[in-house]
C-alpha cells in the first residue's frame, strides 16, 4: 500500500475505534500534559484577572510631586490597597494590585523620596501598568477541543482559575517484543540482541498519547501458541508488536491475526525502512499494528501507521506532514518512499538564508542501526522518484 493510503487507513481506523470506547474524563492540571482536551476550556476569571504593577516602584494618582501613603505593617505589599488620591503615592511591588484611581507606576530608580514627598519625572498616563483582562476576559475560549496540553497551556488554565480539564481518555497499548534472541541486560552473547525497544517504545508512546494497558510489556518466544496468549490476555485497545510481521515460518503475528479472525486494513506499506508492517482490527474492534524487528524500521513504520492511529483515536486532526528543501541528491526507488533521518541546516550553496535538510551519518541509517535517528532533528520522506538539492520533500516531527 501507498504511504500517504496507509497513513490515511490508519487515522480512519482510530476515528472508528474512538467511537467504541468512552470519550472523556476529567483530569486534573498536574496529570493532564500531553493529554488531548475532550471540550473547550473557557477562562473562568480574566487573565490577569486585576491591574498591577509591571515594576517595583510606586502607584501614583495624577501628577507630581505626590505625598506617600503608607501602608500599614500588616499588609501584604501585593494585596490592592484602598484608593489613592490625586497627587498620592504608595510603595508597590512587581505584580502588586493597583490601588483605585492609580494612573501610573513610577520605577523605584526614576524616584526620590524626601520628609514624606516623592518626587520623579512626570510618568506617561498608563506607564508600568498592567491592565486587568489583557490576555482573556472571563467566558473566553481560551483551548479548542482537540488541543494537545502543553506546560505552557496548563498555566494559562491554571491562571483562568481551572484546577483540572475534561481529557480524552488515552488509548490503552500493550507491546508484545517478540525474539527468543533477545536479552534484556548486560552484554549479549554472539547470536543475542539487546532489548532496545522497551527502553525506546514507551516514551514515545507516552509522547503521542498513549495509556499503558494490562500487563504494559509482554516478552514472547518465536512461536503460534505464545503469540495468540499475549493477544487474548492483555486488556490493550491497541495491540503493537514487533517483530514476526514477514511471511517466513518463523513469522507468527500475520497467521496468529488471521486465526482470531483480523481484518487487515494495511497488509505492507511502499516504504524503507519498515516495508513489512501491518495493520489488523480484530474482531472485537481491538486494533494490532506489527511493527518490524529491526529498531529504525520499526520506528519508521510507527511514524507511518501508529501516530496517525493515535491521532484518530485521541480526536486530533489529520495533519499533511510539513514541506521543506531537501539539501542534496537522492536517486530514485521507484515505487517506494524513504524516511529517512535528517538535521535541519540553515545555509545552501546559494549562500540563501533558509531551512535545508542534509542526512545525518549515513552509514547509521540502516534499518536496524538507532545512532542516525539519535543525532536528527526529523525524518524527511523522499519520494519514489527521488530528489535533487533544493527540491521540496515531506518532513515528520519527532516525538522527542
Given at each position: ?53 509591571a515594576m517595583d516602584g510606586w502607584a501614583v494618582a495624577g501628577s507630581g510631586p505626590w505625598t506617600i501613603q503608607p501602608r500599614a505593617a500588616q499588609d501584604d505589599p501585593h494585596a490592592a490597597s484602598d484608593t489613592l488620591g490625586d497627587h498620592q503615592a504608595r510603595a508597590i511591588l512587581t505584580g502588586g494590585a493597583l490601588p483605585h484611581g492609580c494612573t501610573a507606576v513610577v520605577r523605584s530608580e526614576a524616584a526620590s523620596e524626601y520628609d514624606g514627598v516623592l518626587s520623579a519625572p512626570e510618568p506617561r498616563w498608563g506607564a508600568d501598568i498592567r491592565p486587568a483582562e ?267
Open positions: 500500500m501507498a504511504w500517504e493510503t496507509a497513513r490515511l487507513h490508519a487515522y480512519e481506523l482510530g476515528t472508528l475505534v474512538r467511537e467504541r470506547i468512552p470519550y472523556e474524563e476529567l483530569v486534573p492540571l498536574s496529570r493532564a500534559s500531553g493529554r488531548t482536551l475532550a471540550r473547550d476550556v473557557t477562562a473562568l476569571q480574566g487573565i490577569p484577572h486585576y491591574a498591577s504593577s489583557r490576555e482573556a476576559k472571563a467566558g473566553d475560549v481560551l483551548l479548542a477541543a482537540g488541543t494537545v496540553l502543553t506546560p505552557p497551556r496548563l498555566a494559562v488554565i491554571a491562571a483562568s482559575g481551572r484546577d483540572d480539564v475534561h481529557a480524552v481518555i488515552s488509548p490503552r497499548v500493550g507491546l508484545v517484543l517478540s525474539g527468543r534472541e533477545v536479552v534484556t541486560s548486560g552484554v549479549p552473547l554472539p547470536g543475542q540482541v539487546r532489548d532496545s525497544f522497551s527502553e525506546f517504545l514507551p516514551p514515545v508512546l507516552t509522547a503521542w498519547g498513549a495509556a499503558e494497558a494490562t500487563p504494559f510489556v509482554q516478552r514472547i518466544g518465536d512461536d503460534l501458541a505464545s503469540t495468540l496468549r499475549a493477544i487474548e490476555t492483555t486488556d490493550a485497545q491497541i495491540i503493537l508488536s514487533t517483530g514476526g510481521t514477514g511471511h517466513s515460518d518463523h513469522d507468527f503475528l500475520r497467521k496468529a491475526a488471521e486465526d482470531l479472525g483480523a481484518r487487515i486494513l494495511v497488509p505492507s506499506v511502499a516504504m524503507r525502512p519498515g516495508h513489512p508492517a501491518f495493520l489488523a482490527q480484530l474482531p472485537d474492534d481491538r486494533v494490532i499494528v506489527g511493527l518490524p524487528g529491526n529498531p529504525l524500521a520499526a520506528f519508521m513504520a510507527a511514524l507511518t501507521i501508529l501516530q496517525p492511529l493515535l491521532d484518530g483515536v485521541l480526536a486530533r486532526s489529520f495533519t499533511e506532514p510539513r514541506q521543506i528543501r531537501v539539501g542534496e541528491r537522492f536517486t530514485a526507488l521507484p515505487g517506494r518512499v524513504r524516511l529517512v533521518p535528517a538535521g535541519l541546516s540553515t545555509e545552501d550553496t546559494a549562500g540563501n538564508s533558509h531551512h535545508e535538510l542534509r542526512v545525518i551519518s549515513r552509514e547509521h541509517t540502516g534499518p536496524a542501526m538507532l545512532r542516525g535517528l539519535g543525532d536528527a532533528d526529523g525524518v524527511m520522506v523522499i519520494p519514489p522518484e527521488g530528489t535533487e538539492p533544493g527540491d521540496s520533500v515531506r518532513w515528520l516531527e519527532l516525538p522527542w
